[in-house]
């Protein structure tokens, strides 16, 4: 079967940093996305991750270890406009298709 | 701004009617995708086109189809709607450097 997993819901605090987990089970792997969804809207992309390692930009970080099926979204100086959905999708085929996980709702809090 | 459109914003149908929903894409993206998102999910995937042929099908059924044209735009048709097809319905225009998505803002669509 696929499965992406990632915590429903997380919370923290004005400036602090967090990291958000996600394993996964796919049939093939061609890359890991994160995307961020505030409510009501479309997911825009945040990174991808398709060897072994740490992808940095800017307050995001993802890393990504594909023997453990495990990846993580680290946001660092946490700021209030944060408060959103954060998704992780593996594309897992040599189709663009993407599977992505229920999402964690992240509420950052003054 | 992901330069990718749909139309309408939101939509209000009766179970058992057909809707069609529309997508355009990024100029010069010749993949489309679209995925169904439910209230609290994650978006799943329905299917893909490339170049005016589909190339790749989740676990829908046939009663979810599609429609790519030569202009970068492409249709979702959804025949004898059901109350569980009321959802967010996102098109993806396939691009960037990573092959990233970039989703249109979706169209809203409800079941009664």
């Known amino acids: 079967g696929q499965n992406i997993d990632q915590p429903t819901e997380m919370t923290a605090t004005e400036g602090a940093i967090v990291q958000i987990n996600c394993t996964y089970q796919?049939?093939?792997?061609?890359?890991l996305f994160w995307y961020q969804q505030h409510a009501g809207e479309a997911p825009t992309f945040l990174s991808y991750?398709?060897?072994?390692g740490l992808e940095e930009k800017g307050r995001f970080s993802s890393f990504l270890s594909r023997s453990k099926g495990y990846s993580y979204l680290l946001l660092k100086e946490l700021q209030m406009k944060d408060s959103a959905s954060y998704l992780c999708?593996?594309?897992?085929?040599?189709?663009?298709?993407?599977?992505f996980g229920a999402g964690t709702r992240l509420t950052v809090k003054p | 701004e992901t330069g990718v459109t749909q139309s309408p914003t939101h939509l209000i149908k009766t179970r058992g009617q057909q809707v069609t929903l529309r997508c355009s894409s990024q100029?010069?993206?010749?993949?489309v995708s679209w995925y169904q998102q439910a209230l609290g999910q994650g978006p799943q995937f329905i299917f893909q086109?490339?170049?005016?042929?589909?190339?790749g099908r989740g676990n829908f059924p046939p009663r979810f189809s599609g429609l790519q044209f030569p202009n970068y735009s492409s249709e979702l048709n959804v025949n004898a709607l059901e109350l569980d097809d009321s959802a967010l319905y996102l098109c993806?225009?396939?691009?960037?450097?990573?092959?990233?998505?970039?989703f249109g803002p979706g169209t809203r669509l409800t079941v009664l």
């Open positions: 999708a593996v594309r897992d085929g040599a189709f663009n298709d993407m599977r």
């Open positions: 796919t049939s093939g792997f061609n890359g």
């Open positions: 991750n398709v060897l072994d």
């Open positions: 100029s010069g993206h010749n993949t």
């Open positions: 086109y490339y170049r005016e042929e589909e190339n």
């Open positions: 993806a225009s396939v691009g960037g450097s990573e092959n990233e998505q970039f």
